[in-house]
């Protein structure tokens, strides 16, 4: 009867503290992709769209890399996930900020490891950037739920005889299988929208819907069509997360914390925790040494030059210092976590529908960016050039995420501590506070970590709102790649190397 | 006194709780027993508001309580599991009650370690929770729940689960603590062995 009772959740008694995340939303994101939408979306043009060979020959291109990709993201995340949530070894927090440290990066960063290594364009490295990227999110969002099965319950299958993959899709799938599911989802969604990576390594041939709603836009500058590509990516998305959340069962039921077990003795399965990190390591971390290595290495020389650049010097290629350049990101990074956690939490934490909240993810980068030059460029609302705007849509981007990185927390507390909170004279404001807050702190940490790895690493719509005085690091790192002369891009790489490895310190510890 | 007059409890088209009524005298237990699965815990959580009434009332000392929060209901409850905190040690387990009422600190102090030396747990006091035994889980419970002092006291099959020598040790404690504070309470349970001993007087849960 436990499952029909009345949740007394802080959100849905003071449901006023909800409109703050949907007011927030509707401000700075559903107003200015409305806003785009309404002035140049054409049925006929969408009809063109649909008809032109050319173009549904990129939607099927950017449809079956996506699938493709997330599930060869799945093959690799998800024993590193099992190895990580349940086990503990020397290093574990290493590989840990290594499998996590790609999703911060600049598309264009990994894409150039990727390309360093394989020295050729098409959909193999398209691929495997693809993982790189994605693995972080497989074990963002699914690592805390493994972690939390109790490890009793699998003692306990295994008594009754059950073979561990019997154990694992019996009692394990169906406690792990609506993260899984969410996960997989934004897997798919990143890899359908993926910009950075497909223009670098896909050469002239291989194009997305994304790349296309650039080209068409900004180099065409033909907007009606770029909008009814926009418009019909969005519905390929919404599908998928339509079918994505049908599948998906929420499991409220409470899940005791299982702590991460120590290594067994038994050599068997002491190496395979150890093999599985190992293999998913070097497929996530050597596109990443290339572009250390190709931050030290000019001409098969030594050098610390770029790092003495980046840190103490300055570029002609940056109207501004790369020092400067470095603190910006960082306190963007912060301004944008301090809003978009706390958005987050009251979303995850509310019963209330949350479908709006997931729109971010089913509307491009460059959709949005577009709505945001041409919705903010007036007064009084002639935001676009403020700094402060860059943080602000740094959390839009990141807070679908961040919700998703919290709602299995929220979702795993049990109603019946919130009860007895109750019952010991708790206001449901004095239980989220006392009891909820303390349990929700390592889901909080983890989602403070992702929301600012969002922020460092948006590329897409800051490269429409950024200034002189606001660059970020990766449109720093592409402005100097995108440049020719051997100290620009070693100076690139070399920032992209910083990145590299202030986040695998940073994640590590998220 | 808990008076529970013609208590409804609806979940959709279902009835989990059929016009149920009965009274409780001030200090005295009343067990209420019947198979698994009637609704009896649901009755207890519709008395301290944690589930909606559908029909009914629920008086505490001539005061209706039936629209009352949970939290302002002035009823302790202990379920089958204890919940007690996972975040929190023993003693903070036990005073969060008091802390919410905003007692000063060294009444909270002196209160938690008088329950602590009432049910033997003085050495456990800084012991997290996740370390505590079954037994030791549900004297915590039973702690925490008696420390703000509630109006009744609402045990929802506080024994089950236990191995016998535990079963009866607690039993045992806790027929000594509610004679021992006068507390007011409702005794869910099926082994009618817990309500002879336990309570003053019995009621069973009417089948549907």
Not at chain 1, 244 to 271: D, E, G, M
Not at chain 2, 166 to 190: F, P
Request: charged share 10%; hydrophobic share 50%; glycine share 6%.
């Amino acid at each position: 009867m436990a499952e029909f009772m009345e949740r007394p959740h802080l959100v849905t008694r003071t449901k006023t503290l909800f409109i703050a995340p949907v007011a927030f939303l509707s401000v700075f994101f559903v107003a200015p992709v409305a806003n785009s939408i309404l002035r140049y979306f054409h049925f006929s043009e969408f009809s063109n769209v649909l008809g032109n060979q050319s173009l549904r020959g990129v939607a099927w291109f950017s449809l079956w890399q996506a699938v493709t990709s997330t599930l060869l993201t799945l093959v690799v995340a998800l024993p590193a996930t099992w190895a990580l949530s349940r086990y503990t070894f020397r290093g574990a927090r290493l590989v840990r900020g290594v499998l996590t440290a790609p999703f911060v990066l600049p598309a264009v960063v990994v894409a150039a490891g990727v390309l360093a290594i394989t020295d050729s364009r098409g959909v193999f490295p398209i691929l495997w950037a693809h993982v790189v990227f994605n693995v972080s999110v497989i074990l963002r969002i699914v690592g805390p739920r493994w972690s939390m099965v109790n490890l009793r319950l699998e003692h306990a299958a295994a008594t009754l005889g059950a073979r561990p993959s019997r154990t694992f899709s019996l009692v394990v799938w169906p406690q792990i299988s609506d993260a899984v599911i969410s996960a997989a989802t934004l897997v798919f969604i990143y890899c359908f929208t993926s910009f950075g990576v497909i223009a670098i390594l896909g050469g002239v041939s291989r194009r997305t819907l994304e790349s296309e709603i650039f080209t068409q836009a900004v180099r065409l500058g033909n907007t009606e069509t770029a909008t009814a590509l926009a418009v019909l990516q969005a519905i390929i998305i919404c599908t998928v997360i339509f079918i994505a959340r049908q599948s998906s069962r929420p499991n409220s039921t409470f899940l005791h914390v299982s702590a991460p077990q120590p290594l067994r003795t038994k050599p068997r399965h002491r190496n395979t925790p150890l093999l599985i990190s190992a293999t998913a390591v070097v497929i996530v971390a050597s596109p990443l040494l290339a572009t250390i290595y190709r931050s030290l290495v000019v001409n098969n020389q030594f050098s610390f030059s770029a790092w003495r650049t980046i840190l103490s010097g300055s570029l002609p290629a940056l109207s501004v210092s790369p020092q400067l350049v470095i603190i910006t990101s960082l306190v963007f990074a912060i301004i944008a976590a301090c809003i978009c956690v706390p958005l987050a939490l009251l979303v995850a934490s509310s019963a209330a529908p949350r479908a709006l909240f997931s729109l971010p993810l089913a509307v491009s980068a460059a959709t949005l960016g577009i709505g945001l030059i041409i919705t903010f460029n007036t007064s009084p609302f002639a935001w676009r050039s403020e700094r402060w705007f860059i943080p602000v849509i740094h959390a839009v981007i990141a807070l679908p995420l961040v919700i998703r990185a919290l709602e299995p927390a929220t979702r795993a507390i049990p109603t019946s501590l919130r009860n007895a909170s109750a019952t010991l004279g708790a206001s449901p404001f004095a239980t989220w506070v006392r009891v909820e807050l303390p349990l929700l702190r390592p889901a909080l940490l983890r989602a403070t970590g992702l929301s600012m790895a969002v922020s460092l690493g948006e590329f897409g719509a800051t490269s429409f709102l950024s200034r002189s005085g606001s660059t970020t690091l990766p449109i720093a790192i592409a402005q100097l790649l995108g440049r020719p002369g051997v100290a620009t891009q070693q100076a690139g790489f070399a920032l992209a190397a910083l990145m590299v490895l202030v986040t695998v310190g940073v994640m590590s510890r998220a | 006194m808990l008076k529970v007059s013609n208590l409804s409890v609806e979940f959709g088209n279902t009835v989990i709780v059929d016009n149920i009524s009965f009274t409780v005298p001030t200090g005295e237990t009343l067990a209420i027993t019947g198979p698994s699965g009637i609704g009896k815990t649901t009755l207890l959580h519709a008395i301290c508001g944690i589930v909606r009434t559908t029909h009914g009332t629920i008086h505490i000392d001539n005061t209706d309580i039936s629209s009352l929060p949970t939290h302002k209901r002035g009823i302790g409850l202990i379920s089958q599991t204890g919940d007690l905190f996972p975040t929190m040690t023993v003693s903070q387990n036990i005073e969060f009650g008091l802390r919410i009422v905003k007692m000063p600190q060294t009444d909270r102090t002196t209160r938690v370690q008088e329950l602590l030396e009432m049910l033997n747990l003085t050495h456990l006091a800084h012991r997290n929770v996740s370390e505590l035994s079954g037994g030791e889980a549900r004297r915590i419970a039973l702690a925490r729940a008696l420390a703000p002092q509630p109006q009744v006291l609402l045990l929802d099959e506080p024994l089950s689960g236990l191995d016998q020598n535990t079963h009866d040790a607690l039993m045992s404690d806790l027929a000594r603590v509610l004679k021992q504070t006068a507390t007011t309470a409702l005794l869910v349970t099926h082994d009618l062995s817990e309500a002879e001993l336990l309570a003053e007087t019995t009621f069973t849960f009417p089948h549907k």
